[in-house]
């Protein structure tokens, strides 16, 4: 994994004359692979790293601090994202009441230039900063131009006439529609967590299942997926599955819960941590009539699945 590191005045010599990438990039979807390989395309003839500046906590969650959970990558995630479109180094900038202060001038002529000691940025059409928002890329260019600081602004990347976007992603997942996510993100979107003590109902049922923490993740809609799912650290392997996120009204669970059973998979998962992509939405969560009921319509789930999976059709 590149390196990382959460306050511009500890980079690192090495980093001095790259071509900086701005954003918040949360999910990295198309939109922002765009922007990324314009920076890859001004540091390679150059000989210098292409870096990312992120904010960590997302300013989001800074300024409104009871906020619902909308996150669409968390930073593990994150970071193997950049690094899978070319990133080689990461300021995850600490955002803090500090940073926040900062001016829109202070932004450029401390982080940029003086911390990363940025040759040339490049931000989306819409990028603001500095303490109130005050600074855009007009702000951008002339404060640039002022410090010898290269600038790019990438347009609007669009699809069908949608501009693509973490908002528009979000909008998607809490429908349900994970495909329509996964077009505009260029990969499946995952939940990523440690796998928790659950109540073990699943396997008295005869279908154990993982309780995977969901953390600061947005919360799509509540039902059952068709997924894929990996295990950190383990051999690589994608394992097939389905998953159920909601409350669990059958069994009197009013507590967020996200349960995936891997098919044909036998081990212990305590304390691991799982990356599942959810392909597609089977199905509303429901309430059924008796255990009975639930187990029955849990198998047909995981045939429906099982032939999303293989690439045929539902069950």
């Given at each position: 994994?590149?390196?990382?590191?959460?306050?511009?005045?500890?980079?690192?010599?090495?980093?001095?004359?790259?071509?900086?990438?701005?954003?918040?990039?949360?999910?990295?979807?198309?939109?922002?692979?765009?922007?990324?390989?314009?920076?890859?395309?001004?540091?390679?003839?150059?000989?210098?790293?292409?870096?990312?500046?992120?904010?960590?906590?997302?300013?989001?969650?800074?300024?409104?601090?009871?906020?619902?959970?909308?996150?669409?990558?968390?930073?593990?995630?994150?970071?193997?994202?950049?690094?899978?479109?070319?990133?080689?180094?990461?300021?995850?900038?600490?955002?803090?009441?500090?940073?926040?202060?900062?001016?829109?001038?202070?932004?450029?002529?401390?982080?940029?230039?003086?911390?990363?000691?940025?040759?040339?940025?490049?931000?989306?059409?819409?990028?603001?900063?500095?303490?109130?928002?005050?600074?855009?890329?007009?702000?951008?260019?002339?404060?640039?131009?002022?410090?010898?600081?290269?600038?790019?602004?990438?347009?609007?990347?669009?699809?069908?006439?949608?501009?693509?976007?973490?908002?528009?992603?979000?909008?998607?997942?809490?429908?349900?529609?994970?495909?329509?996510?996964?077009?505009?993100?260029?990969?499946?979107?995952?939940?990523?967590?440690?796998?928790?003590?659950?109540?073990?109902?699943?396997?008295?049922?005869?279908?154990?299942?993982?309780?995977?923490?969901?953390?600061?993740?947005?919360?799509?809609?509540?039902g059952v997926y068709a997924v894929r799912a990996r295990i950190a650290g383990g051999d690589g392997r994608s394992l097939a599955g389905v998953a159920n996120l909601g409350k669990r009204p059958t069994v009197g669970k009013l507590v967020?819960?996200?349960?995936?059973?891997?098919?044909?998979?036998?081990?212990?998962?305590?304390?691991?941590?799982?990356?599942?992509?959810?392909?597609?939405?089977?199905?509303?969560?429901?309430?059924?009539?008796?255990?009975?009921?639930?187990?029955?319509?849990?198998?047909?789930?995981?045939?429906?699945?099982?032939?999303?999976?293989?690439?045929?059709?539902?069950?």
């Amino acid at each position: 994994m590149p390196p990382v590191v959460e306050d511009w005045r500890a980079v690192p010599a090495e980093w001095r004359g790259g071509a900086v990438a701005l954003g918040n990039f949360d999910g990295v979807h198309r939109g922002h692979q765009a922007l990324l390989a314009q920076a890859r395309a001004i540091a390679r003839p150059r000989g210098v790293r292409t870096v990312a500046l992120t904010f960590e906590p997302h300013p989001r969650a800074f300024f409104v601090a009871d906020t619902a959970p909308f996150r669409l990558t968390l930073p593990p995630a994150k970071q193997r994202l950049l690094a899978r479109h070319g990133v080689e180094a990461t300021l995850a900038q600490r955002f803090d009441a500090g940073f926040a202060a900062l001016s829109a001038d202070e932004f450029v002529s401390e982080v940029l230039v003086r911390g990363l000691g940025a040759a040339h940025v490049v931000c989306g059409y819409d990028f603001t900063f500095g303490a109130r928002r005050t600074g855009n890329v007009e702000r951008l260019r002339e404060l640039g131009a002022r410090h010898g600081l290269g600038v790019d602004v990438l347009e609007p990347v669009t699809h069908e006439g949608e501009v693509y976007s973490s908002t528009r992603i979000r909008e998607a997942l809490r429908a349900g529609r994970v495909r329509e996510a996964a077009q505009m993100l260029g990969h499946d979107w995952s939940i990523e967590g440690r796998v928790e003590e659950g109540d073990k109902r699943g396997r008295t049922i005869g279908f154990p299942t993982a309780n995977v923490a969901l953390g600061e993740h947005l919360r799509p809609r509540f039902g059952v997926y068709a997924v894929r799912a990996r295990i950190a650290g383990g051999d690589g392997r994608s394992l097939a599955g389905v998953a159920n996120l909601g409350k669990r009204p059958t069994v009197g669970k009013l507590v967020e819960n996200f349960e995936v059973h891997l098919f044909d998979f036998a081990g212990d998962l305590y304390g691991r941590t799982l990356d599942v992509e959810l392909v597609e939405f089977l199905r509303p969560e429901m309430k059924f009539t008796g255990l009975d009921a639930l187990k029955a319509r849990i198998a047909s789930d995981g045939e429906a699945a099982r032939a999303i999976l293989a690439g045929g059709p539902a069950a």
